[in-house]
């Protein structure tokens, strides 16, 4: 692990930090979730400094885990340092994460995804 953030004895994030011209692959998106499902973290980021994506972690038993990609942040990209982007940011402070912004973002990320969505408008009720 190359960071992690903890509040009291408990882990509850994962940096993954690679060369700038590093690839954010799956692969390293695997490799930190592996280091935080032993750490019993739900939270994952993986960066190359020029690139951020935060995931959220879900354990299930006897598979892989889920993932929920909650952002994924380029810093040297046309726009730079957007109001998107840090707002996103924001997202790593012990503001966000302990006051809940960090759980309401994800909640939300997860509900509007295009899978949920696709799911809600083929489901029965709305078809009838």
């Not at 990609?69 to 940011?89: K, Q, T």
């Amino acid at each position: 692990v190359d960071i992690a953030l903890k509040r009291g004895d408990h882990i509850f994030l994962v940096i993954e930090c690679k060369n700038i011209r590093s690839k954010l692959n799956n692969n390293v998106r695997d490799q930190a979730a592996g280091y935080a499902t032993s750490l019993s973290a739900e939270w994952v980021v993986v960066t190359n400094g020029q690139i951020w994506r935060l995931y959220r972690v879900i354990p299930q038993p006897g598979r892989d885990p889920r993932f929920i990609e909650v952002f994924d942040v380029a810093l040297l990209d046309e726009d730079g340092v957007s109001e998107v982007d840090a707002e996103n940011l924001f997202l790593l402070t012990s503001r966000a994460v302990f006051g809940g912004d960090l759980e309401k973002m994800s909640h939300l990320v997860a509900c509007t995804s295009k899978k949920r969505i696709l799911q809600a408008l083929a489901s029965e009720r709305v078809i009838k």
